[in-house]
């Protein structure tokens, strides 16, 4: 006679992300910094208490969408970088080269070009005030100061600080996409549990 095995809410999250595979981020279990998986040890509540300050930017995945390269373009590129080789470990090297010139490098420049032009006076204000959050939370724990926008701490109101030309607190950070995003995971896995995870 088979029988369902009972599964938690918390748990089908927690399986969830314990299952799911980050190829650009991946996580070293080294035994001593970390003896298991983070989310196994948050999902515990057995880690210790500090400090830290967690972030996002807007439209954060955009450092990937050079790679989409048009069709047009994609021989063009193809043969600039890897049509001087036909040895298969020099073509990996080129390719890496191109990935890395279009994921890095000529951002990187360009980027430089516009400081060398001169930043605008909002842009230097806003990065001597990130500094300033930064060093003070280095320093103390605490990025806040007098004369800066009060950061509040993250609490069950789900406060946070919105920065940017206009700098200014702000509650309940993409709620809507957060619960949409938990509820269809805990739904995928939980179906995955049903149909795999069967004692008999």
Not at 163 to 169: E, H, L, N, P, V
């Amino acid at each position: 006679m088979a029988k369902e095995t009972q599964v938690s809410g918390e748990q089908i999250t927690t399986c969830h992300f314990v299952l799911q595979s980050y190829p650009f981020l991946t996580t070293v279990i080294d035994g001593v910094l970390l003896p298991r998986v983070p989310e196994e040890i948050l999902a515990e509540n057995n880690f210790n208490t500090v400090p830290y300050i967690v972030g996002i930017n807007k439209q954060e995945f955009g450092w990937f969408i050079p790679t989409n390269i048009s069709k047009e373009l994609t021989p063009v590129a193809t043969e600039k970088y890897l049509g001087g080789s036909d040895n298969p470990y020099k073509k990996k090297n080129l390719f890496l080269d191109m990935m890395g010139d279009v994921l890095f490098t000529v951002p990187s420049v360009i980027v430089a070009r516009y400081h060398r032009e001169g930043a605008l006076e909002e842009e230097i204000n806003l990065s001597k005030m990130i500094m300033k959050f930064w060093g003070n939370f280095a320093q103390n724990g605490n990025p806040n100061e007098e004369g800066l926008t009060h950061w509040p701490e993250y609490d069950q109101k789900d406060g946070y600080l919105q920065i940017g030309a206009t700098t200014q607190q702000a509650q309940n950070l993409k709620d809507k996409e957060v619960a949409f995003w938990t509820d269809l995971r805990a739904m995928e896995v939980k179906e995955t549990l049903r149909n795999d995870w069967v004692v008999v």
